[in-house]
Every structure is written in structure tokens, then in C-alpha cells.
């Protein structure tokens, strides 16, 4: 029950200020316009927001003109993880690709050009990059969306695009402190463990955000995992231990925390997200990341309350809720003067030449060919083929909404190219591969094999039958690689389907083309 308080005490406003809440719809609802003259201070964009960049504009217009200090958030790591392009797929590769590529240059460059349509679209916050060194390969939700397992990969490359996304004058949000990398549960759905000593932590999972905090990351954002090693009891968003004895005292942090989104049930089926959320605020955390699953204003009014309550009762400091609400504020300012600051990057690419590669196009696209792997050889297919796309489901963070794979843009390159998608509950899939391609060539594009059962038999199988079958993997090339031709993308952006069917087609060297290791 929302209880009956003033709307302008500084208690109450303070509490408004370190929400960070979603909402729905394409334009600036009216209960947000009214919690902005309130207090609050940001809010946050998701897939739903968002039709055209000129749409988005227009919506964060609307929402700067009620306070000229707002923060607006997004989730936009580029590759799998994309909100701006939502229903297309990402113009950039995720970090994965970026790790293999493992050209700093080209990671800031890439940032850079991201924050750059950011800041046209008046977003100034992105909760990228994600900093965990996936170690587990078998990890569900992270994945692709790593710069790879090796710590100082990760670290080199997370600085890189820090400092890529702010020189664009966009906040960069490094994530999931202290690290997701090796879990095998999603935190969307419960609560993970990682269960390491301290020494493995600071040998691994804390290398990156180190270097995060030395490239001068605007905002951290906390994991809902729990570590015995740091804390036996929280996890790391409610932990005081974590948050500020280890990221504050010890790793001398002095920016913004915000928390993971406190409805993902690691916190809110342990906890309930008002609870959980007093707890993140005492622990350290300044934001409450709020609203891609709860995106009304009764939700906001029951995080407000309850924070306000917790501060009369004595549970909550006011010093503490003060100097949140104070640092969001402050990151708020920090986005006022840096606009404009990324006005000219890219130019390199606008002037028909991405740096170091000799190619006149997108940097996403650069990017993405250069982060192609190619296993086998077959001369270039020039016929229409047989696309069957081996799917699994999405995790909430990438989705279902975003398309992936090959088969639109083999579709352009090779017309006549015909497409179906086959899951674990299809019946006898190779043989329905077998009968709707006929005799044309067979292209299979999987997403992380090696965490499919069905899909690695099937895929044997299928090569088995059809020796010149072409394999696409758009996930981590954990699995050997199979088939006459096999191609890692190491993602499944939008641009990175378009390397790999240029690959197939053998258009991509004809355009400028990947630099593409064969082994």
C-alpha cells in the first residue's frame, strides 16, 4: 500500500532519485513526466521503447524537458544484447567478436560510434560493457556478451570501450560486479553461486573492473550471485562487504553503483524487490535498475515508499539514501557537460575508410568480418541453398524479439535461398532437413552447440549424410567444428550473419571482405 507522504521533502525526493525505472510505450507516459518534477532522476529504455531513432529523440525530448540533468539509461551492448535495433539486429558485434578480434583500437573505435548514435538518440547512460570472463563455457547468460575467458583480455578490452563509449559523452555502465562469468545459473531466474577463493577472484573476475575503474567508468553496475569467498550470507547487490568494503574501500571506486535489475528473481524471489531494495541502498548501491519486467508507476511508488519507510524507521541512514541520490545526481551533471563531446568519431569511417583495415564501410561491419573464422574451404556457393536454422531458446537478456542467423542476407547474395527453423521439439530434424532441401547445398546455423545435446547429434548426424554441409555458429565455438565448411562468427548481430553469408558467397572479399584466419 503506498502510504501517505509529502512529494516534496527531501527524504521523498531523494528516494525518487536513485530509482532507475522503465516504462511502456514509445512516448514519455504522463506518471513519469509527474515523478520527474518530483525527484526522479532517470529512467530507463528498453526494446519496447523504441521504433525509429527519430521516434527515440523525440521520446527523450520530451523527457529532458521536465529536468535538463536526466539520466537516460539503455541496454545496448551491441551484438546479441541490442535495444536501439531491436527488431533488425545489431550495425555492431558484440564483445565476443571484439575478443577475437582483440584490437583495442578497434573495440574503442567500435564503442565510440556506438555511444555516438546514443547520444543522437539523447540516451546518456548504457549498462555496457559487461566485464565478466566467461570461464564457463557452459554459462547460460553470458556468453557472447564476454570478451572472452582470459582476464586480461577482458580487461584490456572492457578499458578500451569505456573509454571508447564516454569520449562519445555516454556514461558507461560496467558489469556484473564482481563477476558472471562463471555461473551456470541466470540470475533472471535464481540465485547463482560461484564458489572460488579469494585468490581466484582477484586473479580473474576482478582483473577487468580494475581496469574499468582505471579508464574511469561512470557507473558499475552489481550482480545478484553470491560469493562465499566475499559473503557467505548476500549476494553481491545487498552485500555491504561487496559493494563497499571490496568495490568501494578496497578497489577505491568512487563512481556511480546502480543495481541489476532488482525484479530478476535472485533478489526478488528471495528478498521481494522493496526489501531487496533497501537492502542494495544500505550495502553500497546509489541506482535501482527497475522496469524490464515492471514498468508501471505503481511499482515506482512502491520502491519510493518503501525506501522513505526504511529512513523513518531507523533501517536506512538518511546520510547513506542522501549520498545515493547525490552521486546519481552528480552523474546526471557529469552527462550535461560532456555533450557534444562525440560529435566527430567515426570519421575515419564517414570519410570512406575504417582505421587500419582499407575498407569503406560501417565499423560494425568491419568489425564483424574481421571476427569471422573460417574451418575447411569449399569454392564460393553461387546457387540457391537450404538454410536450416538450429534454434534454442533466448535468454531474457537477448530475447526473442531480435532476429539472427544467415538466411535474409544469403537470401539477397544467393537468390532463391529457402529457410526453415528446427528446435528440439521437432520430430526427426535431419530427416526434414534431408527432404526440404532437396539437392540444394544445406547451410546450418546453430547458437552454441556445445550446451545443446539435440543440436550436436543432429549436427553430426546431418554431416554424416551431407559431407559439404556449411555450419555457421553464431555462439561461442566451444564444439569442434563440423561440416565441409565451418564458420564462427562469435555472435549473432545482424552484421555478423552478413560476414558470415558473404563468407558462404564469397562476396565478402569482393566488397572489401573479411581478413578471416582458415585452418
Known amino acids: 500500500m503506498t502510504t501517505l507522504i509529502s512529494t516534496t521533502d527531501t527524504v521523498t525526493r531523494d528516494a525518487l532519485a536513485v530509482l532507475q525505472p522503465g516504462f511502456t510505450g514509445t512516448t514519455a507516459p504522463d506518471w513519469v513526466l509527474r515523478r520527474i518534477d518530483e525527484g526522479l532522476a532517470s529512467v530507463a529504455l528498453f526494446g519496447r521503447n523504441v521504433r525509429t531513432p527519430e521516434q527515440v529523440a523525440a521520446l ?15 541496454d545496448e551492448e551491441g551484438g546479441d544484447v541490442t535495444r536501439l535495433e531491436v527488431r533488425t539486429g545489431s550495425s555492431f558485434p558484440g564483445n565476443f567478436a571484439l575478443g577475437h578480434v582483440d584490437d583495442v583500437a578497434l573495440t574503442r573505435e567500435v564503442a565510440r560510434e556506438l555511444g555516438r548514435r546514443l547520444t543522437e538518440c539523447g540516451v546518456n547512460l548504457n549498462w555496457a560493457p559487461s566485464a565478466d570472463v566467461n570461464s564457463n563455457p557452459g554459462n547460460p547468460i553470458i556468453g557472447v556478451r564476454s570478451f572472452g575467458a582470459d582476464p586480461e583480455l577482458v580487461a584490456r578490452h572492457t578499458a578500451a570501450y569505456i573509454e571508447g563509449l564516454q569520449a ?28 572460488v577463493d579469494l585468490e581466484t577472484l582477484h586473479a580473474r573476475e576482478l582483473v577487468p573492473f580494475r581496469a574499468a ?59 521481494g524487490i522493496e526489501r531487496g531494495s533497501v537492502l542494495a541502498i544500505a550495502a553500497g548501491a546509489d541506482a535501482l535498475c527497475i522496469g524490464g519486467g515492471l514498468e508501471d508507476d505503481g511499482t515506482v511508488l512502491r520502491l519510493r515508499d518503501a525506501l522513505v519507510a526504511a529512513v523513518r524507521s531507523g533501517e536506512l541512514a538518511e546520510e547513506r539514501l542522501a549520498d545515493a541520490a547525490a552521486r546519481v545526481r ?21 570519410e570512406g575508410t575504417a582505421p587500419g583495415t582499407g575498407i569503406g564501410t560501417d565499423i560494425g561491419l ?20 537450404y538454410v536450416a536454422a538450429f534454434t534454442s531458446e533466448s535468454n531474457i537478456a537477448v530475447g526473442d524479439e531480435t532476429p539472427w542467423g544467415v538466411a535474409a542476407e544469403l537470401g539477397r547474395l544467393l537468390p532463391g535461398t529457402e529457410t526453415d527453423t528446427y528446435s528440439s521439439e521437432t520430430e526427426a530434424p535431419v530427416a526434414a532437413v534431408l527432404r526440404a ?38 555462439g561461442v565455438p566451444q564444439a569442434a567444428p563440423r561440416g565441409a565448411l565451418h564458420i564462427a562468427t562469435h555472435g549473432a548481430a545482424r552484421v555478423c550473419g ?18 578471416c584466419p582458415r585452418s
Open 213 to 271: 575503474i582505471a579508464a574511469g567508468s561512470k557507473c558499475v553496475m552489481s550482480a545478484h550471485i553470491l560469493l562465499p569467498a566475499l559473503d557467505p550470507d548476500r549476494p553481491a547487490t545487498v552485500s555491504p562487504q561487496i559493494l563497499t568494503g571490496l568495490l568501494r574501500e578496497e578497489l577505491g571506486y568512487d563512481g556511480l553503483i546502480v543495481t541489476d535489475a532488482v525484479e530478476m528473481q535472485a533478489i526478488a524471489g528471495t528478498y
Open 498 to 515: 552478413l560476414a558470415a553469408a558473404e563468407t558462404i558467397a564469397g562476396a565478402g572479399r569482393e566488397s572489401g571482405g573479411t581478413d
Open 437 to 474: 532441401a532437396g539437392e540444394r547445398r544445406i547451410v546450418v546455423v546453430v547458437r552454441d552447440a556445445h550446451r545443446h545435446g539435440w543440436t550436436a547429434e543432429a549436427l553430426d548426424t546431418l554431416v554424416a549424410e551431407r559431407p559439404d554441409t556449411v555450419v555457421v555458429e553464431m
Open 60 to 74: 527523450t525530448g520530451r523527457l529532458s524537458a521536465e529536468c535538463d540533468a536526466l539520466l537516460v539509461a539503455i
Open 168 to 195: 562519445a559523452g555516454v556514461a558507461a555502465c560496467t558489469k556484473h560486479f564482481p563477476g558472471h562469468g562463471d555461473t551456470a545459473t541466470d540470475s533472471h531466474h535464481a540465485m547463482p553461486r560461484i564458489d
Open 330 to 350: 552528480a552523474l546526471a551533471s557529469w552527462t550535461q557537460g560532456a555533450k557534444g563531446t562525440g560529435s566527430e568519431p567515426g570519421a575515419a569511417v564517414r
Open 366 to 385: 568491419v568489425a564483424a568480418r574481421r571476427a569471422v573464422k573460417v574451418t575447411g574451404s569449399v569454392e564460393p556457393l553461387t546457387g540457391p541453398v
